[in-house]
Each structure stands twice: as structure tokens, then as C-alpha cells.
């Protein structure tokens, strides 16, 4: 923080004299502290996350924890990923102010076998928030993530059925040969 104050005066008391003038400044450094905080929660829409093609819905929450504004936050998840949307962002927030909450950014995702037949037990998924400190961005790059992880309702199964064949017909001596299908 830099401040100067200017002293002015005159050497007569009528102001008829020399003016004399006399600048004092000071820098006082600025403990800046930029941070986010960002929140993502995700919703199924059918309950449970149990079948291939069910949506979910992401709701992505940014929030200024530091004493700085931050500027131009993008927020990028790897879920919003699209062939429109090679890069995954889900919206950019112009600017926050220390202490406020971004408006919630959303998105849908349709959950795919692989996310099912994921052996840990959840959809986990991270977002990113990234900004600035300065508007034209050559300040410091401010950046946190948020994740959320919905558990995965795993309901492997399988139905195996066996069908036995007599080669001659009939099953009635020691040797006949039956063979078996298994599907």
C-alpha cells in the first residue's frame, strides 16, 4: 500500500512569502492471501446409481476464502468432457470478491458401464476452479478442487443354465454318454 502526503505551506504568515513544499511518503506491504474454495455435489436423478444411461447432475459452488478478488475463474471438470466441449469447462465466473459465493454452475453426466464396473464402489469425480488476482491475468493463479464421490449401488449377478443331452435317447446303461450345455 503506497501513500504519499504533500506538506504545503508559505515562509510569511500572509502567504505573501516563498511557498514551501514538502512530500512524505510510505509503502506499507500487503499480506494478499488469495484462495478458493470449491464445492461440487453431484445428484442422481433415479436414486440410486445402479443402471448404464442415468443421469446425474453436477452442481459446482466456488467460494473466496482469501482477502483478494479473483478474477476470470474458469471452472473445468473432466465429467463435462463432450465432443462440444473438448476442454470440460463448465462456466467462467467473471470475478469473486473475498468472502463471496459463486452462483452454482451445472451439468449433466450420463453414467456409462465403465463407471459402473469401477471396482471402488463410487463415481468419483474432481472439478477445478482457476483464476487470477489480476483481471488482464498477470497476477497470481489461484486454483482448488472440489470432489465428490456417489456411491455405486453393485448388484453383480450372474444365471447360469445347464441342459444335459443322452447322445442315444435314452439314459438307461452304465455307459451312456450325455452331454451338457452350459450358458
Given at each position: 500500500l503506497d501513500n504519499t502526503a504533500t506538506a504545503e505551506g508559505n515562509t510569511k504568515p500572509d502567504g505573501t512569502g516563498d511557498p514551501v513544499t514538502d512530500p512524505g511518503s510510505d509503502s506499507i506491504p500487503v499480506d494478499a492471501n488469495p484462495a478458493l474454495e470449491t464445492l461440487k455435489v453431484g445428484t442422481v436423478l433415479e436414486g440410486a446409481l445402479d443402471t448404464v444411461g442415468e443421469t446425474v447432475t453436477y452442481s459446482i459452488t466456488v467460494e473466496n476464502t482469501g482477502n483478494v478478488t479473483?478474477?476470470?475463474?474458469?471452472v473445468t471438470d473432466p465429467r463435462a468432457v463432450t465432443l462440444a466441449n473438448p476442454d470440460g469447462v463448465v462456466g467462467t465466473i467473471t470475478s469473486l470478491a473475498p468472502g463471496a459465493t459463486s452462483d452454482p454452475l451445472t451439468f449433466n453426466y450420463t453414467v456409462t458401464q465403465a463407471d459402473l464396473d469401477d471396482l471402488?464402489?463410487?463415481?468419483?469425480?474432481?472439478?477445478?476452479?482457476?483464476?487470477?488476482?489480476?483481471?488482464?491475468?498477470?497476477g497470481e493463479t489461484v486454483t482448488d478442487d472440489g470432489t465428490d464421490n456417489i456411491p455405486v449401488d453393485v448388484n453383480p449377478a450372474l444365471e447360469t443354465l445347464k441342459v444335459g443331452t443322452v447322445l442315444d435317447g435314452s439314459?438307461?446303461?452304465v455307459d451312456d454318454v450325455v452331454n451338457y450345455t452350459v450358458t
Open positions: 479473483v478474477y476470470n475463474i474458469e471402488d464402489g463410487s463415481l468419483d469425480n474432481t472439478a477445478t476452479a482457476e483464476g487470477n488476482t489480476k483481471p488482464d491475468g498477470t439314459l438307461n446303461a
